[in-house]
């Protein structure tokens, strides 16, 4: 028998028990499966797997589920090239001279950098709405002995989620989401990052991807973000032959004449 607690971003909390097959270790169970077979509710960030029938009526929705099954697919299938294992340099360089405090990991995927963080002494809530993703993320923080808060969410419906935070990264998170989410996400961000807090994102430019265009351009990302954030850098680059960039932004601090945020 295994316990297993799961928190989502509206502040819910999921205890399934389930009992393993044998030979099955904690890290290779599907969630929900077995609790599904058991007739107890399945694990579910937000509708992937028991959608409220409104959701169906709601084209944004809707979109949001078949991007969620698109990534879900992905991580069962293993076609993740982006799953390196491996932290990029400029978060390395970022982390050797920042003072660690509490960072947000958007988009996680199977926790690579988030674990990076948290064995350099941050405190770190990282966030993905891939189930598989998360567990991963769960097995490998277990294996390095390191404490990371990952929560099974979209990065667009943060609402149970408080800040400040000191940091926040995004690795190919944002650029996927559609230009409505884009709003709410940068707004997200904007609460939870303290003033003065460091925001690092990387994207791919905008290219067709089947029927959407996916990637952002530093003017959209400026155009999302310059009201809250100043960049201090950016970097242009290209990763297997497709232009992309490193963005740092600074969320402002408080106006001296109005005590508040732009
Ligand atoms: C290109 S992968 C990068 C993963 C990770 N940052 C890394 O560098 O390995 C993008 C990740 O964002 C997640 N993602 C995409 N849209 C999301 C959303 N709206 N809410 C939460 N996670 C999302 C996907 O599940 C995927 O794990």
């Not at 999302?224 to 232009?243: A, I």
Request: aromatic letters at 10%; charged letters at 30%.
């Amino acid at each position: 028998m295994q316990t297993e607690t799961i928190d989502f971003a509206n502040g819910s909390r999921y205890r399934t028990t389930q009992r393993l097959p044998e030979g099955m270790g904690p890290a290779d169970d599907v969630p929900g499966r077995v609790a599904k077979a058991r007739g107890v509710p399945l694990p579910d960030p937000g509708g992937l797997f028991c959608p409220r029938p409104a959701l169906f009526l709601d084209p944004e929705a809707r979109m949001g589920i078949l991007e969620r099954l698109r990534f879900e697919w992905r991580y069962w299938r293993g076609d993740t090239p982006w799953d390196t294992n491996v932290t990029p340099p400029e978060v390395l360089e970022f982390l050797a001279a920042a003072r660690p405090g509490r960072a947000l990991d958007l988009g996680c995927g199977t926790g690579t950098n988030a674990i990076a963080l948290a064995r350099r002494g941050w405190r770190v809530t990282a966030v993905d709405f891939s189930v598989k993703a998360v567990r991963t993320a769960h097995r490998k923080a277990r294996a390095a002995g390191v404490e990371v808060e990952f929560r099974c969410a979209d990065v667009t419906r943060l609402e149970g989620l408080g800040g400040p935070f000191d940091y926040a990264l995004d690795i190919g998170c944002l650029l996927g989401l559609r230009p409505e989410e884009r709003l709410r996400y940068a707004e997200t961000v904007a609460r939870l990052l303290r003033p003065g807090g460091d925001y690092m994102l990387y994207a791919w430019f905008p290219r067709r991807v089947g029927r959407r265009i996916r990637g952002v351009a530093p003017e959209e990302v400026e155009a999302l973000l310059g009201r809250h954030f100043e960049r201090t850098r950016l970097e242009l680059g290209k990763e297997r032959g497709r232009p992309s960039a490193w963005y740092w932004y600074r969320r402002r601090k408080p106006s001296a004449a109005g005590g508040r945020h732009p």
